[in-house]
Nanobody, 115 residues
């Protein structure tokens, strides 16, 4: 059974960098054909796809967030990480890590950007 769990601070100050980690169990993040995504949902809005890191390590980002987003991985820990730079209150959202063909979802973690 594949399980994903997000971790990171729930409160970030404006202009700082938001950093979240997703720990994966039940499957290796380097297994072929698996993709590992970050998706967020701002309050009162729909889901927004942010980016993905493939089993090969290749990354692709949303065009609207590309300049501020980095996704990396630690294969020894079976984790992948999101960094979102220069955050504003508009980045307040529930952040999800999602794996497979958007099959496996973490429970989500609330991140609030506020001074």
């Amino acid at each position: 059974q594949v399980q994903l769990q997000e971790s990171g601070p729930g409160l970030v100050k404006p202009s700082q960098t938001l950093s979240l980690t997703c720990t994966v169990s039940g499957e290796s993040i380097t297994r072929g054909t698996y993709y590992w995504n970050w998706i967020r949902q701002p309050p009162g809005k729909g889901l927004e796809w942010m980016g993905v890191i493939a089993y090969s390590g290749t990354t692709v980002y949303s065009s609207s967030l590309k300049s501020r987003t980095s996704i990396s991985r630690d294969t020894s820990k079976n984790q992948f990480t999101l960094q979102l730079r220069s955050v504003t209150p508009e980045d307040t959202a529930v952040y999800y890590c999602v794996g497979g063909s958007l099959t496996y979802w973490g429970q989500g973690t609330q991140v609030t950007v506020s001074s």
